[in-house]
């Protein structure tokens, strides 16, 4: 048996001993047969159902966790194992009877300096010395990425997600482990099972909103992120998703719906913030990934009727649905592989890290143009898994970006009328 003390844990332990409490329960998950304990919370708190590290580092998800043994802090040159056992019994009484393997933390020494003892009590009431480590994600988290991002720079950052299907969940979850400090997700719809073969969620989260299910599975690649969750219809509450924007540093379009793309359009250009816009076409086999950014690129207004004029020649009706606007007949499931729609919100990750990332040196090295046309099936004269990388440009006559100049060329149509 293997056991995973988390940090916090510890720390609360220590936060114990200074109010002279020597001893307390233990809350964490059993897990593969008895295999691994994890002890994510050591709070006196007798509640099975426990919002843990309230103020620390996974307090932003809720998971159930139960009474997995008990924490002693001892001297070592006083403590023996039947001074051991009889702790145990000691505190039995508050151990639930279907604790599945009682666990005993012995610590020695203080905050700074100690030493801890772990053992594994077995159904004979014998102990047993069990291997453990100490799970810390301050230090640990991003020790084999920061060489190659700047993990403290994108840790300020905020990125708002509209749309968590099978593509914007991905992005959101890349985004999570890349380092991004927050993420605000926007949906209102519920996962079902014909999500499930795309979608990052699974089974055991059918029903749930989108926001919360993806929530709690980001934190757990990273337990430092804040995730907000706002489960509304953009279409419904533009005021709200105007607030949401203004406070983004980017903004992530995964929805697939043309008439939500142009509203987030709209308000990012309105409040100056990036934008990263991704679609795909009948049965994935063809998608765009498209930049904003506001004042120096084409917006999306500027190039929706150049993304239908190339893309390939399919019923432009027929998206896949990333179920986010009101109207369920607007768009319309359609078949495609999650690895084919994987790639496509992989590059649309990559290009948001990008934005993220202008301020700052980093080892990604980053590209001139601001769309990328991605094939997967062989089309004129493209062959499969294409990548072609364009330039696009803003539309003297755009009646988003360059509103001034499209209300003169209107004029002039009219008085030619």
């Known amino acids: 048996m293997y056991a995973v003390i988390f940090e916090e844990a510890l720390k609360q332990i220590f936060s114990f001993l200074k109010s002279e409490k020597r001893r307390g329960l233990l809350f964490g998950r059993v897990l593969d047969d008895r295999d691994v304990v994890q002890v994510i919370d050591a709070n006196t708190d007798d509640a099975m159902y426990h919002v843990f590290y309230k103020n620390g580092l996974i307090g932003k998800a809720e998971m159930r966790i139960e009474k997995v043994g008990i924490w002693f802090f001892g001297s070592p040159d006083k403590l023996s194992m039947k001074k051991e056992n009889r702790i145990m019994r000691e505190l039995e009484t508050r151990l639930s009877k279907d604790v599945k393997m009682p666990l005993l933390l012995v610590l020695y020494g203080n905050q700074k300096d100690f030493r801890i003892d772990c053992y594994a009590f077995k159904e004979d009431g014998t102990p047993d010395k069990v291997s453990f480590e100490i799970a810390g994600f301050e230090q640990r988290l991003f020790e084999r990425t920061q060489k190659i991002v700047d993990v403290s720079h994108l840790s300020k950052k905020t990125v708002a997600i509209v749309g968590l299907g099978s593509g914007g969940s991905r992005v959101a979850l890349e985004l999570a482990k890349s380092g991004v400090g927050t993420l ?128 390939p020649p399919v019923d432009k009706e027929r ?51 601001n769309y990328i046309l991605w094939l997967n099936k062989t089309y004129d004269r493209f062959t499969s898994l294409s990548c072609l990388k364009l330039h696009t440009h803003r539309k003297d006559d755009c009646s988003v970006c360059n509103y001034d100049n499209w209300l003169k060329e209107k004029e002039k149509e009219l008085k030619n009328d």
């Open 184 to 311: 605000k997700l926007v949906d209102y719809d519920r996962l079902e099972v014909e999500n499930i073969s795309r979608h990052i969620c699974g089974s055991f989260d059918l029903g749930r909103q989108k926001t919360r299910a993806v929530k709690d599975l980001i934190v757990q690649h990273n337990p430092l992120i804040n995730v907000e969750t706002y489960n509304i219809d953009v279409l419904k509450s533009r005021d709200k998703f105007a607030e949401i924007v203004k406070e983004s540093d980017v903004v992530v379009a995964a929805t697939g719906s043309t008439i939500v793309n142009n509203l987030t359009n709209e308000l990012c250009l309105g409040h100056n913030i990036p934008a990263v816009y991704a679609g795909a076409w009948e049965r994935a086999m063809a998608g765009y990934i498209m930049r904003v950014i506001p004042g120096k690129t084409a917006c999306f207004n500027c190039v929706h009727e150049i993304l239908l004029k190339t893309a």
């Open 319 to 369: 998206i896949i649905n990333y179920s986010i606007i009101s109207d369920p007949n607007e768009l319309k499931a359609e078949p495609g592989l999650s690895i084919d729609v994987g790639i496509i919100t992989l590059l649309q990750a990559k290009l948001t890290l990008l934005i993220l990332l202008q301020e700052v040196e980093s080892g990604l090295e980053d590209i001139p143009q």
